[in-house]
């Protein structure tokens, strides 16, 4: 019973972790909607991201998981050069692929 009540207690904790924090040089990237690409901007590359979509038994928050997804791309824009940033498809087994461009805004 009490590693019944020890694993309840995990889950609650975990399913309100975020796991991916917004580096202070990402703060500027902008994420536009999926569809055509934003006219006068240079594409730069594509960046692939994944998180955890679940972990053990326990199938992760989707909402949480996009939002840390699009956290973790936005981290890498600045690497590539990129102010902005559109996603490629919906994700998949906790993997995202998003277009990065330089915009210039």
């Known amino acids: ?5 020890i694993a309840a207690a995990s889950t609650l904790l975990l399913s309100a972790c975020t796991w991916v924090h ?4 990402a703060k500027t990237v902008r994420v536009v909607p999926a569809g055509a690409a934003p006219s006068g901007c ?8 994944k998180v955890p979509g679940s972990l053990a038994f326990y ?20 690497g590539v050069q990129a102010d902005t940033l ?15 461009y330089r915009c210039g805004r």
């Open 1 to 5: 019973m009490r590693l019944v009540l």
């Open 42 to 49: 240079e594409k730069r590359s594509e960046v692939t991201v």
């Open 86 to 100: 559109q996603p490629m498809g919906d994700p998949v087994d906790g993997e995202q692929k998003f277009a990065a």
């Open 22 to 25: 917004l580096a202070p040089e």
């Open 59 to 78: 199938e992760r928050n989707t909402l949480r998981v996009r939002d840390e997804l699009e956290t973790m791309a936005r981290n890498e824009a600045p």
